[in-house]
């Protein structure tokens, strides 16, 4: 059962414009949830978070969005750039005993081109 | 550098034979994780270690994996009687406290392993 889900394995958009990657959840017991950038070969960095008591977190260009009714996050990335071009992980975690660990998605490759 | 630090990066190795991965966290965490990650998969979970108490492991971890942390600082992970299927990067990750506003956990490079 995949908890966390990003459908879309890949995206593409034109420098200057606005990216939008998104993720679902199943877990209503999910209460924080995360972005993660990877580039190939390397560790997932860190990018952004939320909290379940907030629908909305910024910084910089990037702003997260929770909709809790709807179990759906999303990234907004504006405007993007090509050295955002790297694989997205969006990652969710519950705060009980089990909160120690974080359910990732299969992440979203995004593309900005020149 | 204070991230988290992985060795070796790259590791090749032929099935059946037996393999370690060292990983250092950032100095002021207490806690440490293993995750696992395939080709086109996000990162799996795998251990986590509170100090040097292995609290939480999963299904994924089989009799052939063991994790320490002896003295509360970096962590081995071991592999025993390496299969193919076990060909993957292995993820380090450390944190301050529990994943919540504040308290992130940050990853290292990672660890690749190809059985052969």
């Known amino acids: 059962d995949q908890q966390v889900k990003q459908n879309s394995p890949s995206l593409s958009v034109q420098e200057g414009r606005i990216s939008i990657l998104n993720c679902d959840y199943t877990n209503s017991m999910f209460d924080y949830f995360l972005w993660y950038k990877k580039y190939p070969a390397e560790g997932p960095t860190f990018l952004i978070s939320i909290s379940s008591i907030k629908d909305k977190n910024e910084d910089g260009r990037f702003t997260v969005f929770l909709n809790k009714s709807a179990k759906h996050l999303s990234l907004h990335i504006v405007p993007s750039q090509p050295g955002d071009s790297a694989v997205y992980f969006c990652?969710?975690?519950?705060?009980?005993?089990?909160?120690?660990?974080?359910?990732f998605g299969g992440g979203t490759r995004l593309m900005v081109k020149p | 550098d204070t991230g988290v630090s992985q060795d070796p990066r790259h590791k090749i190795t032929k099935r059946g034979q037996n393999v370690t991965f060292r990983c250092d966290p950032i100095?002021?965490?207490?806690?440490l994780y293993w995750y696992r990650q395939t080709l086109g998969q996000g990162p799996e979970f795998l251990t986590y270690?509170?100090?040097?108490?292995?609290?939480?492991k999963s299904r994924l971890l089989s009799d052939r994996f063991s994790a320490e942390r002896p003295k509360g600082s970096f962590s081995t992970l071991e592999i025993q009687r390496t299969e193919q299927g076990d060909s993957a990067m292995y993820l380090c990750a450390s944190s301050f406290a529990q994943p919540s506003s504040g308290n992130t956990i940050y990853f290292g490079e990672g660890s690749w392993l190809t059985v052969v």
């Open positions: 270690f509170q100090n040097e108490a292995q609290l939480e």
């Open positions: 100095s002021e965490h207490n806690r």
């Open positions: 990652a969710a975690t519950a705060n009980n005993n089990a909160g120690n660990m974080l359910t």
